[in-house]
């Protein structure tokens, strides 16, 4: 580094001034720091938050999908037992072709 001595002391007094600005720049370093580390807590809440009322609608929807599967479910059944009721030899005929066919389909060759 170079140095400069100069007898009328401008010097040191422009070195006390540099080093008061840069306790100041240090200061307000710190505050913006502490700042946007505020804003980050803050962020991240609102994220937290939004992801939980998020997974909550979703809950909510694949509860309500879940029931109506159920209900189209209970429909299905019920049409098959009516189904079979009405033609028992019919339900017996698919239920034996069904078999083959699956029989056929997996079997060794």
Do not use: C, W
Not at 10 to 39: M, P
Not at 51 to 68: K, T
Not at 76 to 82: F, L, S
Request: aromatic share 2%; no cysteine.
């Amino acid at each position: 580094m170079a140095t400069t001595n100069l007898s009328n002391g401008t010097a040191s007094k422009d070195y006390q001034e540099l080093s008061e600005q840069i306790t100041t720049l240090k200061g307000d370093i710190a505050g913006i720091a502490e700042l946007l580390g505020e804003i980050g807590v803050r962020r991240k809440d609102e994220s937290i938050e939004a992801a939980r009322q998020r997974a909550e609608e979703l809950r909510v929807r694949g509860a309500e999908h879940l029931s109506q599967a159920q209900q189209h479910a209970a429909v299905a059944q019920d049409q098959a037992i009516d189904a079979i009721r009405r033609q028992p030899g019919t339900a017996v005929g698919l239920a034996v072709g069904i078999g083959f066919l699956a029989g056929f389909l997996t079997g060794r060759k």
